[in-house]
């Protein structure tokens, strides 16, 4: 917003800025010093948007992809190998494993991390405007278009643009995507000016897009051109092990913002959660985690704790909610889970106790609490 008025005052232009003018001008004017404050405002406004995307790629939150099972070792290492390439990513998998994780670390291992991570959620936009969003529209295009504006295709230029969702994509729009992905060129809606784009494409979806090709309900060649390369994410069930690890670090995260000491989950309440089939997945256990953090009383959280503040069905059943005679063997068993995940860690690290923390998802400190704890229970 430009203020334009008859009575400049220092006092005036100070008001006009605290009410989020970018700046002001006096009468008389003239046309030139209009044009050069509005080109300015415009690229001001250009760089604050980039800025707030750059916020959000810079911190692609990582941790949350904690884990010393064999699967996801082997997803890391996958990722790493993905990422030197500029090749289109399809991430597949169920809701809540991560997809979107995955896609930041993909692009901050890549060459273009110093570029901008737009992610887009093509299930949660209105399907009419979907295509202005991706695309961009000229001023006029459609009522309400009263100026031109870049889609994330533009706005991704040089980066990565994360399609999530990608199996909802309307089929009108696959065709355009298509070509943008073919052609590395685009028209924005309403507009016959083609602006050429350099843009890493990765893609999600929770859905069988197979299928959905067989049903002809998705394109073929839209599908081979998104599914250069697939990483297909492990639901939480099959990787029970890092259950413990996720969860000491969703409830110490938890802590944090709440400005608390972080809860101990006692060997029956981790075996609780660790039996849990997890149908939402890691989503799942972290909203678990922050309803303890909330609910609790302080201190060591146990299974009983656990069923009384938090709704898991499946967990209520004979064959999840042990009898407590079988407490001890679900401990060792916990502890047999942690040593080994210890010492995978360590291995990786190369002894570097800082390095398997990170890995661990876990304070040093609360590393070397567990070494001492089990001695010579760990490998040397």
């Known amino acids: 917003?430009?203020?334009?008025?008859?009575?400049?005052?220092?006092?005036?232009?100070?008001?006009?800025?605290?009410?989020?003018?970018?700046?002001?001008?006096?009468?008389?004017?003239?046309?030139?010093?209009?044009?050069?404050?509005?080109?300015?405002?415009?690229?001001?406004?250009?760089?604050a948007r980039g800025y707030r995307y750059l916020q959000e790629s810079a911190?692609?939150?990582?941790?949350?992809?904690?884990?010393?099972?064999?699967?996801?070792?082997?997803?890391?290492?996958?990722?790493?190998?993905?990422a030197a390439s500029d090749a289109a990513v399809l991430v597949t998998g169920e809701t809540g494993t991560g997809k979107e994780l995955v896609a930041r670390a993909i692009h901050a291992l890549s060459n273009r991390r110093d570029q901008l991570f737009v992610p887009v959620n093509c299930a949660a936009i209105p399907r009419d405007l979907l295509e202005s969003e991706l695309f961009g529209h000229v001023r006029g295009a459609f009522t309400g278009a009263t100026e031109d504006r870049e889609g994330k295709f533009e706005l991704a230029d040089g980066g990565t643009l994360f399609l999530d969702e990608i199996g909802d994509m309307p089929a009108e729009l696959q065709a355009k995507i298509l070509r943008v992905l073919e052609e590395g060129r685009l028209n924005r809606v309403g507009g016959n000016r083609e602006i050429s784009v350099d843009v890493r494409v990765i893609s999600a979806t929770h859905r069988n897009l197979e299928q959905a090709v067989e049903q002809q309900t998705f394109r073929q060649d839209l599908y081979y051109r998104l599914n250069v390369i697939e990483i297909k994410l492990p639901p939480l069930r099959e990787r029970p092990e890092d259950i413990p690890l996720l969860a000491e670090h969703f409830l110490t995260r938890s802590a944090q913002r709440l400005g608390r000491p972080p809860l101990v989950l006692e060997a029956?309440?981790?075996?609780?959660?660790?039996?849990?089939?997890?149908?939402?997945?890691?989503?799942?256990?972290?909203?678990?985690?922050?309803?303890?953090?909330?609910?609790?009383?302080?201190?060591?959280?146990?299974?009983?704790?656990?069923?009384?503040?938090?709704?898991?069905?499946?967990?209520?059943?004979?064959?999840?909610?042990?009898?407590?005679?079988?407490?001890?063997?679900?401990?060792?068993?916990?502890?047999?889970?942690?040593?080994?995940?210890?010492?995978?860690?360590?291995?990786?690290?190369?002894?570097?106790?800082?390095?398997?923390?990170?890995?661990l998802g876990i304070s040093e400190r609360n590393l070397w609490y567990k070494i001492k704890k089990y001695g010579d229970r760990l490998p040397a």
């Open 268 to 359: 029956d309440a981790l075996e609780l959660l660790t039996s849990y089939p997890w149908p939402g997945n890691v989503r799942e256990l972290r909203n678990v985690c922050e309803r303890l953090t909330v609910l609790a009383e302080q201190g060591t959280v146990t299974g009983d704790v656990v069923l009384q503040l938090v709704d898991l069905p499946a967990a209520r059943s004979p064959k999840s909610v042990r009898s407590s005679e079988d407490v001890l063997p679900l401990a060792d068993a916990v502890a047999e889970a942690e040593i080994a995940a210890i010492a995978r860690a360590l291995e990786q690290a190369g002894g570097n106790k800082a390095q398997a923390a990170r890995l």
């Open 1 to 47: 917003m430009i203020v334009m008025t008859a009575f400049g005052t220092v006092e005036s232009a100070v008001e006009a800025m605290k009410r989020g003018a970018y700046d002001y001008i006096t009468k008389p004017f003239n046309l030139d010093e209009v044009e050069i404050l509005v080109e300015r405002a415009l690229a001001s406004e250009a760089l």
């Open 59 to 82: 911190q692609p939150r990582l941790e949350e992809l904690i884990g010393t099972s064999p699967a996801m070792q082997r997803l890391f290492e996958r990722i790493r190998r993905v």
